[in-house]
């Protein structure tokens, strides 16, 4: 008997390829290939209508505000906020949240005292 039939005996020579076992697919990591499942447009447009049409309009990030009145995110927190410029957060630690209407209403408000913050 020779070596490699022993080998083959006691189940250490394995008939498998290595090479195909590596070819398998890793499963459960979404869609291969997004474009051709792009999402509903129904679902998102009713999300956003409504969004639209609450008398808050739509929230935006303090990067958001800064880029809307022309400033730097800094120049919002220092200068702004404490003018009065109104926001939420939504905990101790969370992001500032500020509401489109409620800006746009707050940078008239100060347009009409013409006085700047």
Sequence with gaps: MTTSSKRYMSGLVSDANPLAIQVIPPTGLGQSYPRHYPPSQGANRQTIEATECSPLGL????REVARMIGCSAWT????HIPAGLP???ASSNGK??????QVVAWILQQQKKGGSS
């Design 76 to 79: 919002i927190r220092q200068r």
């Design 96 to 101: 500032l949240v500020f509401f489109r209407e």
């Design 87 to 89: 926001h939420f957060r």
């Design 59 to 62: 929230p935006l990030s303090i």
